[in-house]
């Protein structure tokens, strides 16, 4: 009997915003920056200036809906 697989979008998108975020968590920790302070100064001021232009770590949180991010890491935490 073939069994049909879904496909969870949220689950998916998901993953890719935490995956983006990550990549710039590590940039900005390699480039000596606290990524706590940066990404919340991005998050508050909606300014990309917060993140570093470093392996197009502004590009790639960019790509992050903001309004998404925050509501990501609002679940996650509510979650825990």
Not at 13 to 38: C, F, M, T
Not at 62 to 74: G, P, R, S, Y
């Amino acid at each position: 009997m073939d069994k049909t697989t879904y496909f969870d979008i949220a689950k998916f998108k998901s993953e890719v915003i935490i995956n983006k975020l990550n990549e710039v968590v590590s940039i900005l920790k390699e480039r000596g920056y606290n990524p706590i302070n940066q990404i919340v100064g991005y998050i508050i001021n909606n300014d990309p200036t917060y993140i570093t232009n470093y392996k197009n770590a502004r590009s790639k949180i960019k790509e992050i809906d903001i309004n998404e991010l925050v509501a990501l890491l609002l679940k996650n935490t509510l979650e825990k």
